[in-house]
């Protein structure tokens, strides 16, 4: 017999781990059982979750840009407390895509100077602060590859910080404190206190 799904009692579900591949501590993750309708919505609002933590970090998408097109060596500075607003509802309904890949805008690499393979750099990623064709870089194929492994980095160890959260918002639901039909606001405050991050939740 299958299991039931934790948040909906459906059957057929399927095992959900809490912590993403790239989480340190994704071999050690808490996990659920989840149907696929639930596992879907649960993916967007973790997604949002991580969208809206990264835009706050917008600095930090200036720093990896200027280390990398400029080699200086500034600080990569998290944010310790912060808050993000969201309605469960419209989180899930939300659609998210890319238009294209942007104009380039010089004929010629802006870090080795290469004139083949030029692609287009967005400074601020797209999915997470929408579509902006004003900020954008011509880099080669090689150079454009190796500065979006440092901003991945860089988005891995902010992200790693707080992956608390994703375990916060799944007890949300299965507690009954918020559900994927919610239409309210709310807000989830992040404390940093003695080496660690706290969640707590706000209905507004």
Not at 48 to 63: A, G, M, Q, W
Not at 109 to 132: I, P, Q
Not at 158 to 182: M, P, T
Request: hydrophobic share 30%.
């Amino acid at each position: 017999m299958s299991p039931s799904c934790d948040l909906c009692g459906k059957e057929s579900a399927s095992i959900y781990f809490i912590f993403e591949k790239w989480s340190s501590e994704s071999k050690n993750s808490p996990y659920c059982f989840l149907c696929d309708e639930c596992r879907k919505k649960l993916i967007l609002l973790t997604k949002y979750f991580k969208n809206r933590t990264l835009y706050l970090h917008r600095n930090n998408y200036d720093t990896i840009n200027d280390n990398f097109l400029n080699e200086e060596k500034k600080e990569i500075v998290l944010k310790r407390t912060f808050f993000i607003n969201f309605n469960p509802l419209r989180v899930i309904s939300a659609s998210n895509y890319k238009n294209g890949n942007g104009i380039l805008k010089k004929d010629a690499c802006a870090l080795c100077g290469s004139r083949d393979n030029l692609t287009t750099h967005h400074r601020y990623k797209r999915s997470v602060f929408g579509e902006n064709n004003d900020r954008v870089i011509t880099l080669c194929e090689e150079c454009h590859k190796n500065l979006e492994n440092e901003i991945r980095k860089m988005e891995i160890y902010i992200l790693d910080e707080i992956r608390g959260i994703y375990l916060f918002l799944y007890k949300l639901l299965f507690f009954k404190k918020i559900n994927f039909e919610d239409y309210k606001y709310y807000t989830i405050f992040i404390h940093y206190k003695e080496g660690r991050y706290y969640f707590i939740l706000k209905n507004n």
